[in-house]
């Protein structure tokens, strides 16, 4: 994961060339590449995530628009989360589930339409091992 708790995810419809401008541009560091959709990028302890824009529309996006952003949280117990985010009523968009990159997540909609992935650190993967492509 990267640094912070609170990880925007901005998408933009060519990741790379939005990552190389932020980085020349607002100062950012490439952290970590995954195939041709993902750039984490940090800022000092800060980060963002540049994801590729794609997806269908938000059920409360009236306009029809595709979302342009999502948040990531990072949990110290995804499961506890989603339960209490369960049994209050939140709009589940996928279950936790673990994932090969060591982190075990799930996404829910607020009622204002916007996604939030709750994720947790369960292992500590190399991400060549799955793809990744890491910057110094």
């Not at 640094?3 to 020349?24: R, S």
């Not at 589940?92 to 090969?100: A, G, K, M, V």
Request: with cysteine.
């Amino acid at each position: 994961m990267p640094p912070g708790i609170i990880i925007p995810e901005l998408a933009y419809p060519d990741v790379g060339t939005a990552a190389d401008w932020l980085c020349k541009t607002f100062g950012f560091k490439k952290r970590l590449q995954i195939g041709s959709h993902r750039f984490q990028l940090t800022l000092g302890v800060a980060s963002i995530v540049v994801i590729e824009l794609s997806g269908e529309p938000t059920t409360h996006d009236l306009a029809g628009q595709l979302p342009t952003h999502k948040l990531m949280v990072h949990v110290a117990d995804v499961d506890q989360h989603y339960e209490h985010v369960k049994q209050s009523g939140g709009n589940i968009l996928s279950q936790p589930e673990t994932y090969p990159f060591g982190e075990r997540q799930y996404t829910v909609e607020d009622i204002g339409g916007h996604r939030w992935t709750f994720s947790q650190t369960v292992a500590d993967i190399d991400p060549k091992t799955w793809g990744g492509i890491t910057f110094e």
